[in-house]
């Protein structure tokens, strides 16, 4: 089924974003949608990038969207449908440098303080000399919002 516009205009918007996550890094599914201006959609970025394609020749695709680097709030790589998609994407992070460690309930986790990126605005809107709509918010780093998409 074609995506509407708008619906286009979005996984465009979150794949150009993950783009930006320096290797090493990683950011929630809620920091993406509140760098693409519509924070009230985190899960909508775990359904972004759960079909993001693996066809090498398309404009966005697991070769060059790292995916792996978008957990949820919590420091959680979220569960998947697929039993080892957690642990391909705990591995793919991994391969990058990230320490992911394994909680008492077995959950997968990476420590924000040290591998988290939350900038306020993106930087190649930085770049471009764009300002963050509101300069005195806080990070959302260890927000509450339970936005864990699926991805």
Not at 103 to 114: I, K, P, R, T, Y
Request: hydrophobic letters at 35%; charged letters at 25%.
């Amino acid at each position: 089924m074609p995506r509407s516009d708008e619906a286009q205009a979005f996984f465009h918007a979150v794949y150009s974003a993950v783009q930006e996550i320096p290797r090493g890094k990683v950011t929630s599914y809620a920091h993406i949608a509140k760098l693409v201006g519509t924070p009230q959609r985190p899960r909508q970025v775990g359904v972004c990038l759960k079909h993001l394609p693996s066809d090498p020749t398309a404009r966005f695709n697991h070769d060059n969207v790292p995916w792996q680097r978008v957990i949820n709030a919590k420091g959680v790589i979220s569960p998947r449908s697929q039993p080892s998609g957690a642990r391909n994407q705990a591995a793919a992070l991994e391969a990058e440098g990230v320490t992911v460690t394994t909680g008492a309930l077995g959950e997968l986790m990476v420590d924000f303080g040290q591998f988290g990126w939350f900038p306020r605005i993106l930087p190649s809107e930085e770049a471009q000399g764009l300002v963050a709509a509101s300069d005195d918010e806080d990070d959302d780093e260890g927000e509450d919002g339970d936005e864990d998409g699926d991805a």
